[in-house]
């Protein structure tokens, strides 16, 4: 009796669990669960130059001023005007940027959620989504443009497998307009687009081979316009790539879009048949409204250039400027051994090799667990905190390889449904291509800014192929899970190097910041910025190198165009000067130790030396003023 009471509650769960209202239920826990642990973090910490960069450019914005007009836009320039509404309606303060990160960040939450879901029951689907918060925002949460990138990345997913699952072209064109805005954001949002595209490129491909009463007939001219279009790609992601291509590079870089353009090559010469121009016709059918989608936006915002007569400005600012930041801000790729690290489980992707349930496996199986618990407690030690972070780090190149091999029909046995190939080869492409994020600065919280659609590629594949040994993935996923959030969301100084513990409980006491930071910072800064007010009699101070952030929480406008110095190598220094008189500047802040550009050349130290007499040393700030 009671064998059969426990029979009908599990087969009841069952039923329930898969249930419309289950999935909404453990839709609102996870999101609730999300907002809860992000709470903590969401005032917390700072780096000073990226802060001031954001919220000076706002304020720049909010007083008339247009981006790459007026001033140097380090960005394409949409995410400031972004900002510039959150100082307009919660006031100018580094927590409103903060704000309006939260806000994006709870409709990601749910978007993440429902592409997973597309691959496993909710409660698996809530765990990967949870890995995927824990390895994101958490980590560094600053309102920059690269985690706008990755929302609308997965907002723009979410649209594209909503129109796999509903032909409707209206989710086409709202994928495009995420990618305008994303470019709008940051210009690395052409990843994205270009993600998308070979994602179109990819379904009108098994349209194709689906389609019934076209020529079985591989036809020749069609499979060189792709060809000639996906060597022409790789092409010239190598020639933007060529001056910093070492072997990592290549690994992370190169070998993705290899995997992806080969698997496009060797569907079309396998499946591939129809007449030339239908099937050009059906591409141009796919493209059309994800290209109006995103040029729409950036029309937009291209159109308050040329009606200011200033579109040559907004181009220097977006293609010719950058190329002065990519040369002075830029990180290398740790050593190619560390890949290494990545091999033992690596090796579960591509020999899912799943040995009858004997004690000895049982027994192997424990000791695994054991020794995953042993380097999850002691990952605080430098090394396997290095280690586990590493194995980490090369886990997107595995995934989209892993998958490129599956949908190659590498194994027979594993015949996917339609909309399943399409949806998998959507996250290996957007995976692939928005791991360009990382170049040229690699540094590993560039990594951070990939790692959710990482977690959807890894699961992607792991989900749809019957024989892969699920259990063992899943104390992967609870292992890196663990992992991110005791060892991970410290320090953003620390990530990807060491665990360093931060807990900065002392509110910098200043009224334009409203976040969390160590005693130290708020000496320096509080310091600074009474320094600055005592002394400066004027509404502008001249800071630099490197030091945005001085004008913003200090009150003060910045006198010159600059941002950051390296933008302006050459410039004529009596022309500085000569404008710092003319605004009737008469306290300037000089920054001794700048992350990215130079130091001062001595000729314009010395002539600011002259000019403004007194001193005081800050920190490592030097403040001069003349009376």
Request: proline residues 5%.
């Amino acid at each position: 009796m009671a064998g059969s009471y426990t029979f009908l509650i599990n087969t009841t769960f069952k039923e329930w669990r898969n249930t419309r209202r289950y999935k909404w239920i453990v839709l609102l826990v996870v999101w609730a669960v999300s907002a809860f642990y992000v709470s903590g973090f969401y005032d917390r910490g700072w780096i000073p130059h990226d802060e001031g960069t954001l919220a000076q450019s706002a304020e720049r914005v909010l007083i008339g001023e247009l981006p790459h007009r007026d001033f140097d836009e380090i960005y394409t320039g949409g995410l400031t005007f972004l900002h510039a509404l959150a100082f307009k309606f919660l006031g100018p303060s580094l927590i409103s940027l903060r704000v309006m990160l939260l806000v994006f960040f709870l409709a990601f939450v749910p978007a993440f959620y429902a592409i997973a879901l597309r691959f496993a029951r909710p409660d698996i689907a809530a765990l990967v989504t949870l890995l995927g918060v824990a390895w994101s925002v958490p980590n560094y949460f600053a309102s920059v443009p690269s985690w706008y990138n990755m929302f609308f990345a997965i907002y723009g997913t979410f649209a594209l497998t909503r129109y796999i699952e509903t032909q409707l072209v209206k989710w086409l064109f709202l994928a495009g307009l995420f990618g305008g805005i994303s470019i709008l954001a940051k210009i690395v949002g052409l990843y994205y687009v270009a993600a998308a595209g070979l994602f179109l490129v990819y379904r009108e491909q098994d349209l194709a081979k689906c389609a019934l009463g076209e020529p079985r007939a591989i036809s020749r001219s069609y499979f060189l316009l792709k060809a000639s279009g996906l060597v022409l790609f790789v092409g010239l992601l190598i020639a933007m790539l060529r001056w910093r291509l070492g072997l990592m590079e290549i690994f992370h870089f190169v070998l993705p879009q290899v995997g992806i353009c080969g698997l496009l090559l060797w569907n079309e010469w396998q499946d591939g048949h129809g007449r030339f121009l239908t099937r050009v016709k059906k591409l141009f059918g796919l493209l059309w409204p994800f290209g109006i989608g995103t040029v729409i936006p950036i029309a937009l915002f291209a159109s308050a250039y040329l009606w200011t007569d200033s579109f040559g400005d907004l181009y220097r600012g977006v293609f010719v400027m950058p190329q002065k930041r990519l040369a002075d801000a830029a990180a290398d790729f740790p050593p190619f051994l560390t890949v290494i690290t990545s091999v033992p489980y690596a090796a579960l992707f591509f020999f899912p090799f799943s040995p009858a349930p004997t004690t000895s496996v049982r027994i192997l199986g424990f000791c695994l667990i054991g020794l995953l618990g042993f380097a999850l407690y002691f990952s605080g030690t430098n090394l396997l905190y290095y280690i586990v972070w590493q194995s980490a780090r090369s886990l997107g190149v595995v995934a989209v390889l892993a998958g490129c091999q599956l949908l190659a029909g590498c194994r027979p046995e594993e015949v996917l449904a339609k909309d399943k190939r399409q949806k998998l080869f959507l996250l290996l492409s957007m995976t692939a291509l928005f791991g360009l994020v990382q170049f040229p600065f690699a540094g590993p919280i560039y990594f951070i800014y990939i790692t959710p659609l990482v977690c959807l590629a890894l699961f992607a594949v792991v989900a749809v192929q019957e024989r892969m040994p699920k259990l063992r993935h899943l104390v992967a996923l609870l292992f890196y899970l663990f992992f991110a959030v005791i060892w991970t969301n410290g320090y953003v100084w620390g990530i990807g190097v060491s665990y360093v513990p931060f807990r900065p409980e002392i509110l910098l006491n200043n009224d334009r910041a409203g976040l969390r930071v160590t005693d130290v910072y708020n000496q320096l800064y509080t310091q600074l910025v009474e320094l600055i007010r005592r002394h400066s009699k004027s509404n502008y101070i001249y800071a630099a190198p490197d030091c945005p952030e001085v004008y913003f929480l200090s009150g003060m406008r910045n006198p010159t165009r600059k941002i950051f110095d390296f933008f302006n190598d050459g410039e004529n220094d009596l022309a500085l000067v000569s404008e710092l008189k003319e605004k009737k500047v008469n306290l300037v802040v000089i920054n001794r130790k700048p992350q990215f550009s130079k130091p001062l050349n001595p000729e314009l130290s010395a002539a600011l030396a002259d000019r403004f007499p007194q001193s005081v040393d800050v920190g490592h700030f030097t403040v001069r003023w003349r009376d």
